[in-house]
């Protein structure tokens, strides 16, 4: 597969000449995993990716996510964008919490072609909801290529509103909404928060940004740096772009809602956690966007982990580095809330 390469600033794109190494704990992850898994997505292999992702990626049910009886947990069919489906939202919350609770409004990812709302409930309400005291939303937004741009940022929007909205209904303190996601959900995350700051939609109190996939256009130099190596490269990631922007893939007039680093105004955005790894291809666009926002005068935290690739923390979740990260995302959360309001206590 050729993949189109934009050029850089200077005309071209420099050609690496070395690479990053992995972390040792995560290298011996990496390389214990099949071949299947490594291999980059394509156009004539993504439809049967995608066959395979709805088939093995796991998908809990209600009463799975309960636990026991550790979470309340309900799914909502609210009114989509205009002219779109209704949409899915999965929420779930501490049992017997006294309200009205922060919100993490949560996108998944899947780089737009794959994934789904309660696969990353379990590790959410675990490591955040329970110690934090947050209620979650998932959001199951529609997927590309069936649905390009702007389908799924509009469907995120479209239950952002409604969660807002109902407010009361939900138990949930509609000034103290996070919003988040990881890889693709990252950058749907990050566009909401453009797209609710030029509409006037409900303010988001922060953005978590966990390696978001932001720039169409694959023209960084760590984007070049890291094809072939990791999990995912250039080549599956032009092929993602590719589905959910169609014709529109490359247009000089893309709308920064389409892909955040194209925005060229990032003033009056909610402070930012942004997190990637040093070794993944979206290491240098989620950086300069993090730059972007401090010389717009905004609020940014990041952290580039030392050898670390695309999800490591997914798929190393024991290593050292992945500790590391999660610990610091959720200290980030800690200090937003903190500064925002009182933690709330159980009933009695």
């Known amino acids: 597969m050729s993949v189109r390469r934009a050029p850089s600033e200077s005309g071209r794109i420099p050609t690496p000449k070395a690479v990053p190494p992995f972390d040792p704990e995560l290298s011996v992850v990496l390389a214990a995993l099949g071949k299947e898994s490594r291999e980059p997505v394509t156009p004539d292999s993504l439809e049967a990716r995608q066959e395979r992702d709805a088939a093995t990626r796991p998908r809990p049910t209600a009463e799975d996510l309960r636990a026991d009886g550790r979470f309340e947990v309900a799914e909502f069919c609210v009114p989509g964008p205009p002219d779109g489906p209704d949409v899915t939202l999965v929420s779930a919350r ?11 409004y949560y996108m998944h990812g899947g780089a737009m072609v794959m994934g789904n709302a309660w696969s990353v409930l379990p590790r959410i309400l675990r490591e955040w909801a329970l110690p934090l005291e947050l209620a979650v939303i998932s959001v199951e937004y529609r997927l590309a290529p069936r649905t390009q741009y702007p389908g799924p940022l509009e469907d995120c929007y479209a239950g952002l509103v409604w969660a807002a909205g ?11 909404i996070i919003i988040g996601g990881k890889s693709a959900g990252g950058g749907l995350a990050a566009a909401l928060a453009l797209l609710a700051r030029d509409r006037g939609g409900p303010g988001p109190l922060g953005q978590l940004l966990l390696c978001p996939m932001l720039d169409d256009r694959g023209n960084t130099f760590s984007s070049h740096q890291m094809t072939g190596l990791g999990v995912w490269d250039l080549t ?8 959910v922007l169609g014709d529109r893939y490359g247009a000089a007039d893309l709308p920064p809602y389409a892909a955040p680093s194209r925005a060229t105004d990032l003033s009056g955005l909610p402070p930012a956690y942004i997190d990637v790894g040093s070794a993944e291809m979206f ?45 610091a995302r959720t200290r980030w959360l800690q200090r937003l809330l903190a500064q925002s309001g009182t933690r709330n206590r159980p009933a009695g």
């Open 283 to 327: 290491r240098d666009e989620d950086v300069a966007y993090a730059n972007a926002i401090w010389q717009a005068g905004g609020q940014a935290e990041l952290h580039v982990w030392p050898g670390a690739y695309h999800g490591f923390d997914g798929l190393a979740p024991q290593a050292a580095l992945s500790q590391d990260a999660r610990n």
């Open 94 to 104: 501490p049992s017997g919490l006294v309200g009205p609770l922060p919100l993490l």
């Open 236 to 243: 599956s990631n032009a092929t993602a772009w590719k589905a």
């Open 166 to 176: 109902h407010a009361t209904e939900l138990d949930i303190d509609a000034d103290r």
